[in-house]
């Protein structure tokens, strides 16, 4: 089984909300990715997690906050976004080992975002 | 600067008619060329991960091959079904804990007509 979850699938939400984006795996992958996607773009790294610890964050503002809170499970805390921040979110997972070729990236199907 | 670089944007087949996709790429130290379809307002599929030049792989009507400058994803007698976006992305050297940096290029449309 190769499956990430996402939800919700879509998301509707004011400038001034709080809202949370969740992305669930049983592959016993341990790093785990947030990319963020705009219509026709490939997708842009936001952050990644390895052994549940923030290894990597793309400069990424603060309005976007991750969380692991553990090996299966990874959030996406938003609060007071803008709407250019409306785009298809993406978590993805994948095995870690240092010093040998690394693992391909299973991908979610996404949380489709719009910010008004 | 690591780079990946797609071509063509689009490509518009017919049902049949066989065809390749390029993904031409300068970086560091590769670790892996990775081969990913994506249909619209969904994640990307994995396809195939290539290590070193000269591995090939195959599933269905695809074939990916890698050479020391570029990759290739062949696709053999197309249904319209295989229309998506093919997304091409290289793994390059780890700087120390960057397990997962991505570069991916910026695709390839396909579309295949009945």
């Known amino acids: 089984d190769t499956e990430v979850t996402q939800t919700p699938k879509h998301l509707v939400m004011g400038m001034t909300n709080k809202k949370s984006l969740k992305c669930e795996q049983h592959m016993g992958h341990r790093a785990m990715y947030w990319y963020k996607q705009k219509a026709k773009k490939p997708p842009e790294l936001m952050f990644v997690y390895s052994y549940e610890k923030l290894s990597i964050n793309e400069s990424v503002p603060s309005r976007f906050s991750p969380e692991c809170p553990n090996s299966s499970l990874l959030n996406l805390h938003l609060h007071a976004l803008q709407p250019e921040d409306s785009a298809l979110y993406l978590c993805?997972?994948?095995?870690?080992?240092?010093?040998?070729?690394?693992?391909?990236?299973?991908f979610g199907p996404g949380t489709r975002l719009t910010v008004t | 600067e690591d780079q990946v670089t797609q071509s063509p944007e689009a490509l518009r087949l017919q049902e049949g008619e066989s065809s390749s996709l390029n993904c031409s790429y300068t970086?560091?130290?590769?670790?892996?060329l990775f081969w990913y379809r994506q249909d619209p307002g969904k994640g990307p599929e994995f396809l195939f991960t290539?290590?070193?030049a000269g591995e090939e792989k195959e599933k269905e009507r695809l074939k990916a091959t890698l050479t020391k400058k570029e990759s290739f994803l062949h696709i053999t007698a197309p249904k319209p079904e295989d229309s998506a976006t093919y997304l091409c992305a290289a793994l390059g050297r780890d700087y120390g804990g960057s397990q997962g940096n991505l570069i991916f290029g910026k695709g390839t449309k396909l579309s295949v007509k009945p």
């Open positions: 993805a997972s994948s095995q870690i080992e240092t010093g040998v070729a690394s693992y391909e990236q299973y």
């Open positions: 290539l290590y070193s």
């Open positions: 970086v560091s130290g590769l670790r892996g």
